[in-house]
């Protein structure tokens, strides 16, 4: 029974910190997420096995995680409120090239990130070239530039 | 269907649940301030260890004091220590079992003479040690508050009570 505790417990502890940490999360993983999810991963792991390293130990609480991912999916799937305090929701922040910036105080995003982003994705330029923004559920920004509008097709490949 | 469609706003279809963002953020607000208080108390010693986690127990007609963490983790190393008021040739140490039980005991030092193991405690035989003093290292196995009752040769019980943490 310990070991699908233990998951259970290692599973809910970090469901609620990264949640409440923000939807920047990890998802844009720079060096120093990186570092922090070592180090989380190599303390919770510890917690999570304890001084049991047997195999079939390994085994329940592998099973016992993917069990719990599959029942969040789930749940998240059948209602839309439960989606969105499991997995969050989008947010614009530019819209129709307008600035929402009291939105991206509010998420500690900088127009520096969204200006990478564009050009990282749509190979945009300036401020004033981008139409939408969007802050994604995953942390990542989606961008959509002005020219892929005007012309009435989607956002073109490479 | 796999959920409503989500409206449309200025061309793009998204679906923002502004409202619950809001609220979400004030409650990332206070759950923020209540992380950032995790750290603190971990120093405090609310979680065992920390600057203000000893208690000590006992008294002079107690014959006995003894020193332990108000709060502990499990199988993580915690402290008892039992100093005699009156150091004799030997002194007996009684410490109950279902106190005891609860943990395993790593080290005792000094090294009792003798252990004998009664139905309600377990009394530890200390050669007069010239600090007077013998301290237990233990595990906690058991979560929940751990109660019991430390007794020396002559004194009264003296009470314990741990809180162990999962």
Same mark, same amino acid.
């Given at each position: ?150 012309? !009435?097709? !989607?956002?073109? !490949?490479? | ?37 995790? &750290? ?100 906690? /196995? ?14 009264? &019980?003296? /009470? ?7």
């Amino acid at each position: 029974m310990e070991p699908v505790l233990r998951a259970i417990g290692c599973y809910l502890l970090l469901l609620f910190v990264v949640r409440l940490s923000g939807k920047r999360g990890l998802a844009q993983i720079t060096i120093f997420d990186l570092i922090l999810l070592l180090l989380i991963s190599q303390t919770v792991g510890q917690a999570l096995i304890g001084d049991d390293s047997s195999l079939t130990t390994a085994a329940i609480i592998t099973i016992t995680l993917v069990v719990i991912n599959r029942a969040n999916d789930t749940v998240a799937h059948r209602w839309a409120d439960m989606s969105h305090v499991l997995e969050d929701a989008p947010l614009i922040l530019i819209e129709n090239g307008v600035v929402h910036e009291d939105r991206m105080a509010k998420m500690k995003i900088r127009l520096d990130d969204i200006l990478e982003n564009g050009r990282l994705d749509e190979g945009v330029e300036r401020l004033d070239q981008i139409k939408h923004a969007i802050l994604e559920r995953s942390g990542d920004i989606s961008i959509i530039a002005k020219e892929h509008d005007d012309d !009435g097709q !989607g956002p073109a !490949g490479g | 269907m796999p959920g409503p469609a989500p409206p449309v706003v200025d061309g793009l279809q998204i679906d923002q649940a502004l409202d619950f963002q809001r609220r979400f953020a004030r409650v990332q607000r206070v759950a923020w301030r209540l992380l950032a208080l995790v &750290p603190v108390a971990a120093i405090a010693g609310l979680f065992g260890g920390g600057l203000f986690s000893e208690v000590t127990a006992g008294s002079a007609r107690a014959g006995v004091t003894v020193t332990y963490d108000r709060f502990a983790r499990r199988t993580a190393d915690t402290k008892l220590e039992v100093e005699f008021a009156r150091p004799a040739r030997t002194t007996d140490v009684a410490i109950s079992r279902p106190l005891l039980d609860r943990y395993d005991t790593s080290e005792v030092r000094p090294p009792p003479l003798r252990v004998r193991t009664l139905a309600d405690a377990v009394v530890f035989t200390f050669a007069a040690a010239p600090a007077g003093r013998a301290t237990f290292f233990l595990q906690p /196995h058991a979560i929940g508050s751990s109660r019991g009752t430390v007794t020396a040769t002559g004194g009264t &019980p003296v /009470h314990v009570k741990q809180l162990v943490y999962p």
